[in-house]
Each structure stands twice: as structure tokens, then as C-alpha cells.
């Protein structure tokens, strides 16, 4: 069996997925729905739920609510669990009524009644259910209350596909008038394309095309219906938007004051306020924000970050060495020992060494997240972010960029609009990240000995303003559409649970080791290939006569106009991508002179600037192409980075040119 | 009135709820009805968006949409 769990953000859906299934998850796609969802299997059975995306509403506005929508109507699971937080009941029950329109077994899950309970509330659970009509189960997923109570009612719901009693919720009137008449009209047509008829009828009223489009009605139906709608309008004095959900709340609020004795200011709720005093304080908000990333970049990529990724560099390699060495002894043939060494290897201890970095960072941000705190970096840094066309949230990929792109492009997951998330990854890469200061230093070394500073951090803003520039042409074209509108729940500061820490933690490795092994092994061994043999296959000793150096060769006119249009320097941006740093190897090895008289002054910093925003590495291509969960996009990406690239190398070549 | 000129902490009631499409919805739907009762809590250091609190919850929305947002303050 299959349930599907739903409820609204911050609702405590992931501490009880987490509950549920403990470390037994998964994640994987289901016919029917575009993006992967995450799955598990409920401890002591095999029955499986499938976590779908925290939302407010069914209605299908954003990609996120579309999700659910198409999954629960096409893969028909077996009960629907739908979390509600019961601080918080009137609005969280909104999206319950929308759900129990769409007549499958469902269980509501009454979540944090502790908290309900130690703040003097209390909630009648056997008159809440009767007036759902749906069996209500009290927990506290954070205290893993009433969990196997949970799954046992809804085994039971599910295996006897108990139908929610109540599915009307209008009392008499216009609009009950209106949705008897069109659900009349709509009964046989939603039968036959097997929906359920109150769920059509409300679409209906609401105008949506698709299930006009399912439902296959005539024209003659679709004039009757509009009119029943304009009639119920101009009766209640309300468009049709207001009236249905003004019908939901009214019903919401009269099963509360029945069932629901609130409880009083909650202890939470003040101690929310009196942090946000601080923390989002006028002057204060700001600088502490600045004060909490630095202190976590500080971390991840100072001492700590540094000693772990050091250290496990250092087993890396000694675990390379030891299969060399064995590999030597054996007498086995060079060029597979090339292969297995500075191929595979190769690659596999790149996928590796990112991982001590996205382990210690999602530490951090999954306390930022659970302690409530990146709700307030949205809010204070909102209007700062919303001038390039994105919202509060994306500060923080953006921060983290400047570190690696690699997790940075992983944080995106908690962004709140698919059209932020796109459009964040996309602009993300431009953030110069740690592993390009070697080559800046390569670089100024050489030609700007007098300002070293001057260029750094010429380098690091002008990544900055090509993001924001894109940014905003984009928002004029790409990214028009909609907007999902910034309403967002402020939820209270909590405690971080350590179990959903780890298991964040654990998720993001496992997920990238899993996700990235394919594309950066096969990557690495490509290039490898490609630097080892020439055109005939046979192995070469001068990297120049290698197919990498022939393609090098033919890909010169393509650089020449930026300036540096020497196969060398081409050979050494495409070895680039399997880590930055490699492109200073690249350079000592094939350039054993030094780069001075290859390069002007002019072309040298053109060839900066290519190198600050061209695809980051192989490890980055490998978490967007997880993020986007499309191939072509991804392809997409890489192309128009190098595009964008290319385009600002060669204007600042052409302006160096004129003053240097 | 509307929502963005309230004054912080002065309960008042939602009369009309204005705007289209998507955003309107979502407004609605996070429980800005008329009859409602909101209060302003504080604004952000940026003095954009404002928090506000409706049926016991805490919401966040820009100024662009509190505009949308129709209040009558309650003595």
C-alpha cells in the first residue's frame, strides 16, 4: 500500500515523515509526477508514504502544489495523511476541506498537541472528527506521540477505503445554490473520467481549465454553469474566489469554536517575539545576519572545514597510493594503470573530497532552517533581494556560493517558488567560489603584482554584478510569468531536532555522492581519455599531441577574440572542469616557461574573467542536473554560462585593450 | 484604509481584499477574508515586508499587497 502525506509548511510534515519511517528513505520518481518525491517505508510494515511538498492550497498555482495535485488524482494512493498543526488549526484546516473534496481515504494527523495541551488549549478529537467526517489522530511528532496510533488508523482507513463522510461544507445560500446546481450538471462527466464530482465542481466555479478540458463539456454546459456562477456572485455580493473561500472559513471557524477551546498566547509565540526583538531588530537584524554567515563560512571553510577536508584528502590519497603501489608490484599495463589511477580514481576522490564541505554546511543550514531563523533572513533581506526579481531566501545559496557552488546549488531545495529556485541555480555559479582563488593568485602573480587586492576584489564584484544583470533581463523575459506572491507563515523559533539534523545531513551526502558519482567519474575518465591518446589512439607523451590538445587547436578561433587563443590555455579551462584548481596544473605542465610572454596584461584578465564565470566544475553541472531534474536544462545552463562567459571576457578585453 | 497604513498593534478588520488572479487567491486562501481580524506586529528593518497576525498565526507579506488589502481599525 501507498499513502501520500500532505500539509501546509511548517505543519511538522518532515519530523513526521521522519518519524514514520526513520532512516528507511528513498527518493524516486513516480509515473505521473515530473519531479522525484521522497519515500519511505513505515517502520514495522511494508507499506510505503510518499512525502510531497508542503503547501496551502490545491489549487494549482505553483509546481509544488501541482505535485501533490497530480499525485494524489493519478497515482491513487491508498490513504491520504494529512498533517495539521494544531497551534495553528483554522488556516491549516483549509487545505484539509480541499482534500476531503477529493473524496480518497484520508486521516488527519493532529500535530503538536503538546504544545496545545501545555498552553491550557484543548481540542475535542471525537467531535472534530465527526464534524470532518474523517478519523482524527492526536501526535506529537516531535515527541513521536501517537505515532503508532497513527499508522494504525490509517491501515485501517486505507484497507477498508473509508471515503470522508463530509464533503459539503456550504450551508444554504447562493453558493450552495451553485454548487448543487454545477455539481448536478458535472456528476456523469466526473465519473467517467473516474474524479471526484465536488472536487470538479469547485475547480469548475473556479474557473479551471483543465478539468473543463477533462471533463470533456460542451459548450451549451459550460454557458449554463458560468452563469450558474454569475448569478451565486451577484447574490452574495462576492466574486467567486471570495465567496469559496470565505464558504471554507466559515465552516473552518464554526467547527473550531465547537471542537477547539484555543489555547492562550502560547509560551512559543512569546518567546518568538522576544527573540525577534534582537534578531530582526531595525539596526541589529542586519549585522547579525552578517555576523551568523560569516561565523559559518567561517567554519566550514576555515580551520574545521579545512583540518576535516585535509585530513580526509589525506585517506583519499594514501588509498590512491596503496592501489597504485599494488598496481605497480603487479607489472599491470601502464595505460590501465593510468586509467584506474587518473581516471577513475581521480574522479571518485573528487566526488569525494566535496564531501566533508556539504556535510558541515547543511548542519548549519538545516538549524537555520528548523530553528525558524531562515524565515527571518527572508524577511529582513526581502527587499534587498526583490530588486533583481528574487525573494528574501535566496540570500543564502548566494552566500554559500561564494564558498562552493556545489551545496550552494544544493540549498536552493528550500526556496519557496520553483521560479526563484531556477532562476537562483542559475545565477548561483557566477559567486566566484573558494576553489578559483588559486588561479587568481596564478594570475596576479604573474601580471598584477601592484594590485593583487585591487583584482580580487574586482573579480569577486564583477561576478556579482553579472548576476545581478542577468538577473534582471531575465526578469524582463525568461522569468515573467507569475510570480508566486511573498506570503509567507512566520513560524515560532523552535529547537532543532537532532534527529531531522542528521538526517538532512545524511540525505544531502548520500543523495550527492549517489547523484554526482555517474556524471563526474565518467567525466573525469573522459578527459582523462581524451589528454592520453591522440587522434590514432595511440598513447602520447606531449600533452600538445593528445586529442584534448587537436581539440584545443580547433576550438583557438573561439578564444582568439578574448585574447588568449592558445590551445594551452583552452586545454587548460576544459581540465578546469574537473576542479578549478586543476587549471593552474594544466597551465605549469604545459607551459614550463611561465605564462608572461603568452599573455598582455589585456588578456590576462580577460582570461580571469572567463575563468570567473564559466561552468564552475563537473561536481557543480552534476548538482544541477539533480536540482533541475532536467538533462537538456541542465546542457541549457552550462551553455549559456559559457556564452555569458564569453561575452564579458571579450568586452573586458576589448575596454583593457584601449586603457592598458 | 488599507492593511499597509495601519498602525502597528491597532486590530482591524478586513473590508475588501482587491487584486487578481494568483496573488489574490493566495491571499484569500492564507485567510485574508473580509470580516477578518488583523493586526500589524512590526516591519522589517528595510521597513518592507510587514508581519502580521490573523487567526492566531503570524504571516509576512510585502507592502505592494498589504496595499491590496482593505481594513477598517476597530476600537
Not at chain 1, 455580493?237 to 465567496?243: I, K, N, R, S
Not at chain 2, 512590526?42 to 481594513?71: F, G, M, W
Request: charged share 20%; aromatic share 8%.
Amino acid at each position: 500500500m501507498i499513502y501520500a502525506l500532505v500539509g501546509n509548511q511548517n505543519s511538522g510534515k518532515t519530523t513526521l515523515f521522519n518519524a514514520l519511517t526513520g532512516s528507511n528513505q528513498h527518493v524516486g520518481n513516480f509515473p505521473g509526477v515530473t519531479v522525484e518525491q521522497k519515500y519511505g517505508i513505515i517502520k514495522g510494515t511494508n507499506y510505503q508514504v510518499v512525502d510531497l511538498p508542503g503547501i496551502y492550497s490545491i489549487r494549482p498555482y505553483s509546481n509544488e502544489e501541482i505535485i501533490t495535485r497530480d499525485f494524489i488524482l493519478k497515482n491513487n494512493p491508498d490513504a491520504i495523511i494529512n498533517i495539521v498543526d494544531a497551534m495553528n488549526i483554522e488556516r491549516n484546516l483549509y487545505l484539509t476541506l480541499q482534500l476531503l473534496e477529493l473524496r480518497k481515504p484520508t486521516v488527519v494527523a493532529l500535530n503538536m498537541m503538546d504544545e496545545v495541551r501545555a498552553n491550557n488549549g484543548s481540542i475535542n478529537i471525537e467531535l472534530l472528527s465527526d464534524l470532518l467526517g474523517v478519523p482524527v489522530v492526536p501526535i506529537s511528532a516531535i515527541k513521536e506521540e501517537g505515532i503508532s496510533e497513527l499508522i494504525r488508523v490509517v491501515e485501517e482507513t486505507a484497507k477498508k477505503k473509508r471515503i470522508p463522510k463530509i464533503y459539503d461544507f456550504c450551508k444554504p445560500g447562493p453558493v450552495h445554490r451553485c454548487i448543487h446546481a454545477i455539481s448536478h450538471i458535472v456528476e456523469d462527466h466526473a465519473d467517467e473520467a473516474d474524479v471526484s464530482a465536488r472536487y470538479a465542481t469547485m475547480q469548475i466555479i473556479l474557473d479551471d481549465q483543465n478539468i473543463m478540458d477533462l471533463l470533456k463539456l460542451d459548450e451549451n454546459k459550460i454557458e449554463i454553469i458560468k452563469s450558474h456562477v454569475e448569478e451565486m456572485e451577484n447574490e452574495r455580493g462576492l466574486d467567486c474566489e471570495a465567496a469559496i473561500a470565505d464558504m471554507r472559513y466559515k465552516f473552518i471557524e464554526n467547527v473550531c469554536n465547537q471542537a477547539v477551546s484555543k489555547p492562550e498566547k502560547s509560551k512559543e509565540r512569546t518567546r518568538s517575539v522576544n527573540i525577534d526583538k534582537i534578531l530582526t531588530h531595525k539596526y541589529f537584524a542586519i549585522p547579525i545576519f552578517a555576523i551568523i554567515i560569516t561565523t559559518i563560512f567561517w567554519i566550514t571553510f576555515g580551520p574545521l572545514g579545512t583540518f576535516l577536508a585535509d585530513n580526509f584528502e589525506i585517506i583519499i590519497d594514501s588509498g590512491i597510493d596503496i592501489v597504485n603501489a599494488f598496481l605497480t608490484d603487479y607489472g599491470i599495463n601502464e595505460i590501465v594503470k593510468s586509467l584506474i589511477v587518473d581516471g577513475i580514481l581521480a574522479g571518485v576522490g573528487s566526488v569525494l573530497s566535496f564531501l566533508p564541505l556539504i556535510l558541515i554546511l547543511f548542519f548549519f543550514l538545516s538549524i537555520l532552517e528548523d530553528t525558524g531563523y531562515m524565515a527571518r533572513i527572508a524577511f529582513v533581506m526581502d527587499k534587498l533581494l526583490r530588486k533583481i526579481g528574487l525573494s528574501g531566501k535566496s540570500i543564502v545559496p548566494f552566500l554559500i556560493g561564494f564558498g562552493c557552488t556545489v551545496p550552494a546549488v544544493m540549498a536552493t531545495r528550500t526556496l519557496p517558488s520553483e521560479r526563484d529556485r531556477k532562476l537562483t541555480i542559475l545565477l548561483v555559479p557566477f559567486m566566484s567560489c573558494t576553489a578559483k582563488i588559486p588561479i587568481y593568485a596564478f594570475f596576479t602573480d604573474y601580471f598584477f603584482v601592484e594590485h593583487k587586492a585591487l583584482i580580487m576584489t574586482g573579480l569577486y564584484f564583477g561576478g556579482i554584478i553579472t548576476a545581478v544583470i542577468i538577473s534582471t533581463i531575465f526578469n524582463k523575459i525568461a522569468f515573467k510569468g507569475n510570480p508566486i506572491p511573498f506570503v509567507m507563515e512566520m513560524p515560532n523559533y523552535r529547537l532543532p531536532g537532532i534527529k531531522s539534523v542528521i538526517l538532512l545531513m545524511w540525505d544531502k551526502a548520500k543523495d550527492f555522492i549517489q547523484r554526482a558519482f555517474t556524471i563526474i567519474v565518467s567525466a573525469t575518465i573522459l578527459v582523462w581519455f581524451l589528454q592520453s591518446f591522440d587522434l590514432r589512439f595511440n598513447v602520447v607523451e606531449d600533452a600538445s599531441l593528445s586529442i584534448l590538445g587537436s581539440l584545443g587547436k580547433l576550438m583557438e578561433p573561439i578564444f582568439k577574440p578574448l585574447g588568449f587563443g592558445d590551445y594551452r590555455f583552452v586545454t587548460a579551462l576544459v581540465t578546469g572542469l574537473i576542479a578549478k584548481e586543476t587549471v593552474v596544473s594544466t597551465l605549469e605542465v604545459l607551459i614550463p616557461t611561465g605564462i608572461t610572454t603568452l599573455l598582455t596584461t589585456a588578456s590576462a584578465l580577460s582570461f580571469l574573467t572567463f575563468t570567473l564565470l564559466y561552468t564552475p566544475c563537473f561536481a557543480a553541472i552534476a548538482a544541477i542536473r539533480r536540482e533541475m531534474g532536467s538533462a537538456v536544462k541542465t546542457i541549457g545552463i552550462v551553455i549559456f554560462q559559457i556564452a555569458v562567459a564569453w561575452v564579458v571576457a571579450f568586452t573586458v578585453y576589448q575596454i583593457a585593450g584601449v586603457f592598458i | 484604509m488599507t492593511l499597509d497604513q495601519l498602525e502597528i498593534g491597532k486590530p482591524a478588520i478586513i473590508t475588501k481584499v482587491n487584486g487578481n488572479g494568483v496573488l489574490r487567491c493566495r491571499l484569500l486562501e492564507m485567510g485574508l477574508i473580509p470580516e477578518t481580524v488583523v493586526e500589524v506586529v512590526k516591519t522589517a528593518p528595510l521597513k518592507d515586508p510587514i508581519e502580521i497576525t490573523l487567526r492566531s498565526y503570524v504571516l509576512t507579506i510585502r507592502l505592494e499587497e498589504a496595499q491590496l488589502i482593505e481594513v477598517q481599525e476597530v476600537e
